[in-house]
């Protein structure tokens, strides 16, 4: 595959980059996290989003009078679920991520009831809710959106992490109308190893989670595959109501491509959506160059991407920074939980280190 200059010059600076990066994710991954913020610093504003996790609240910080999204995760309800550990990993990587495409930690605090993470407010929505909206992508935006996943896809597993949880749901359009990959819930660290966890969303699982194979992040790139066939055609490649279906449709590896894919967009996903991890693109001898460099990303300026210096065909319409139209209304009122004492100290301070 022949390699212009532009995309050569690319590929030596980001390579440079991604080896800068490892080396300060690296020195900074084992420090203890400490508190640098409380709740009491943040006017709570709007309920975004609630779960059984807890919630996230738009909010404005007293001291920088900055907007954030502020998530708030029950500490009881992290301990019911066995997600401590899960949870600190959380914490700790999405300090030290350091990547335009990834949404910003800002803070991180804890009181007697929650585990608090003050991050950037992407107020463009999720991708999901615009897919909804537009029904489908063109081939262009597509193009500029599967771009600037595949390059924090790049970055992230040179620091020997997989994400394990793409969807359209976990991808945030910020006040620009660039990308902002959020939660980071399901991510794990695993360098040069393989991991057996089946976790994910189930249209988008790779066919060796399903026959429990092991992976790494070869899961990634499949997943990516279903994000770019979905954000093309309106709906997922792989279909079934009964989940067992579903799953038995993956292990084949077989679907249809609608008639106005683009054929450069139909040869990328056919080796990229091949259940044979040999053939993957991203997986063989020039790993994710096979997908940067492949026809379909033809003229693709990836290094003005990364400076966000192309214009997006679509920019999110908000009044302000504080503009919420683009997320689902929540029924629950923002009530603040306050306890007079941490039952979960012990438990927490085994993971975090508290003092400010």
Same mark, same amino acid.
């Given at each position: 595959?022949?390699?212009?200059?532009?995309?050569?010059?690319?590929? #030596?600076?980001?390579?440079?980059?991604?080896? &800068?990066?490892? &080396?300060?994710?690296?020195?900074?991954?084992?420090?203890?996290?400490?508190?640098?913020?409380? +709740?009491?610093?943040?006017?709570?504003?709007?309920?975004?989003?609630?779960?059984?996790?807890?919630?996230?609240?738009?909010?404005?910080?007293?001291?920088?009078?900055?907007?954030?999204?502020?998530?708030?995760?029950?500490?009881?309800?992290?301990?019911?679920?066995?997600?401590?550990?899960?949870?600190? @990993?959380?914490?700790?990587?999405?300090?030290?991520?350091?990547?335009?495409?990834?949404?910003?930690?800002?803070?991180?605090?804890?009181?007697?009831?929650?585990?608090?993470?003050?991050? #950037? !407010?992407?107020?463009?929505?999720?991708?999901? %809710?615009?897919?909804?909206?537009?029904?489908?992508?063109?081939?262009?935006? #597509?193009?500029?959106?599967?771009?600037?996943?595949?390059? @924090?896809?790049?970055?992230?597993?040179?620091?020997?992490?997989?994400?394990?949880? +793409?969807?359209?749901?976990?991808?945030?359009?910020?006040?620009?109308?660039?990308? &902002?990959? %959020?939660?980071?819930? !399901?991510?794990?660290? /695993?360098?040069?190893?393989?991991?057996?966890?089946?976790?994910? %969303?189930?249209?988008?699982?790779?066919?060796? /989670?399903?026959? #429990?194979?092991?992976?790494?992040?070869?899961?990634?790139?499949?997943?990516?595959?279903?994000?770019?066939?979905?954000?093309? =055609?309106?709906? *997922?490649?792989?279909? @079934?109501?009964?989940?067992?279906?579903?799953?038995?449709?993956?292990?084949?590896?077989?679907?249809?491509?609608?008639?106005?894919?683009?054929?450069?967009?139909?040869?990328?996903?056919?080796? /990229?959506?091949?259940?044979?991890?040999?053939?993957?693109?991203?997986?063989?001898?020039?790993?994710?160059?096979?997908?940067?460099?492949?026809?379909?990303?033809?003229? %693709?300026?990836?290094?003005?991407?990364?400076?966000?210096?192309?214009?997006?065909?679509?920019?999110?319409?908000?009044?302000?920074?504080?503009?919420?139209?683009?997320?689902?209304?929540? =029924?629950?009122?923002?009530?603040?939980?306050?306890?007079?004492?941490?039952?979960? @100290?012990?438990?927490?301070?085994?993971?975090?280190?508290? *003092?400010?």
């Amino acid at each position: 595959m022949a390699v212009d200059e532009k995309l050569q010059k690319h590929y #030596s600076y980001f390579d440079q980059f991604l080896r &800068r990066s490892k &080396r300060e994710f690296e020195a900074k991954l084992h420090q203890d996290i400490k508190q640098n913020c409380a +709740l009491d610093d943040f006017d709570l504003m709007k309920t975004l989003g609630a779960g059984s996790f807890g919630m996230v609240v738009l909010c404005r910080d007293k001291r920088d009078k900055k907007i954030y999204a502020l998530k708030l995760m029950e500490k009881s309800n992290i301990i019911k679920t066995r997600q401590l550990v899960h949870t600190g @990993a959380e914490i700790k990587l999405m300090k030290n991520l350091k990547f335009p495409f990834f949404i910003d930690m800002h803070g991180f605090f804890m009181d007697n009831v929650y585990v608090g993470i003050c991050m #950037s !407010f992407a107020n463009g929505g999720d991708m999901f %809710t615009h897919l909804r909206e537009q029904k489908k992508f063109d081939e262009s935006m #597509s193009k500029f959106y599967g771009a600037q996943v595949i390059l @924090a896809f790049e970055y992230l597993h040179h620091l020997g992490v997989i994400y394990r949880d +793409l969807k359209p749901e976990n991808i945030l359009l910020d006040l620009q109308g660039y990308l &902002r990959v %959020t939660d980071l819930g !399901f991510c794990k660290k /695993i360098d040069n190893t393989r991991t057996y966890t089946l976790c994910g %969303t189930p249209e988008y699982l790779a066919p060796e /989670i399903i026959l #429990s194979q092991g992976y790494n992040k070869s899961v990634d790139y499949w997943s990516y595959g279903v994000l770019l066939f979905e954000m093309n =055609a309106g709906y *997922a490649p792989f279909y @079934a109501k009964d989940p067992m279906r579903l799953y038995e449709k993956i292990v084949a590896g077989k679907f249809t491509f609608p008639a106005f894919f683009s054929k450069p967009l139909k040869d990328l996903l056919n080796n /990229i959506l091949i259940v044979d991890r040999s053939k993957r693109y991203g997986l063989l001898k020039n790993g994710v160059k096979d997908i940067k460099g492949h026809d379909w990303f033809k003229n %693709t300026d990836f290094d003005q991407l990364l400076s966000k210096k192309l214009v997006p065909s679509y920019i999110p319409k908000v009044e302000d920074e504080t503009d919420t139209k683009y997320f689902e209304p929540v =029924a629950e009122s923002l009530v603040v939980k306050k306890r007079p004492v941490d039952e979960f @100290a012990k438990e927490f301070d085994e993971i975090f280190i508290t *003092a400010p």
